[in-house]
């Protein structure tokens, strides 16, 4: 069973930037995905970015991309998500996820069967 853990989170100033990570214990399936989701005070849950362990192809939503970057390392079994050019409005707690099983779609939050616990982020001057 896998277990996430995220890190990195905490006040940044607009403009600013800020690196998260989360460490993945116990089996990873080479053949699913790591993935970044964050949720909004009184807002659902929506996906940030993904990677593929195999490919190591990244995928962002329209929102953050050429801001944010994911890498991924399997032999640490860690991924990051490196956010510049932070915005009001990217605050959020930011979780982590992956799957026991193959996903299909990076962007689809019921693709994902294990979250870390979630790391805030708050952008404010």
């Known amino acids: 069973q896998v277990h996430l853990v995220e890190s990195g989170g905490e006040l940044v100033q607009p403009g600013g930037s800020l690196r998260l990570s989360c460490a993945a214990s116990g089996r990873t399936f080479i053949d699913s995905a790591m993935a970044w989701f964050r949720q909004a005070p009184l807002k659902e849950r929506e996906f940030v970015a993904a990677i593929r362990w195999s490919s190591q192809s990244p995928f962002y939503a329209d929102s953050v991309a050429g801001r944010f970057t994911i890498a991924a390392d399997n032999a640490k079994s860690m991924v990051w998500l490196q956010m510049n050019s932070l915005k009001a409005e990217d605050t959020a707690v930011y979780y982590c996820?992956?799957?026991?099983?193959?996903?299909?779609?990076?962007?689809?939050?019921?693709?994902?069967?294990?979250w870390g616990q979630g790391t805030q982020v708050t952008v404010s001057s």
């Open positions: 996820a992956t799957s026991s099983g193959v996903i299909y779609n990076l962007r689809r939050e019921s693709e994902y069967n294990v």
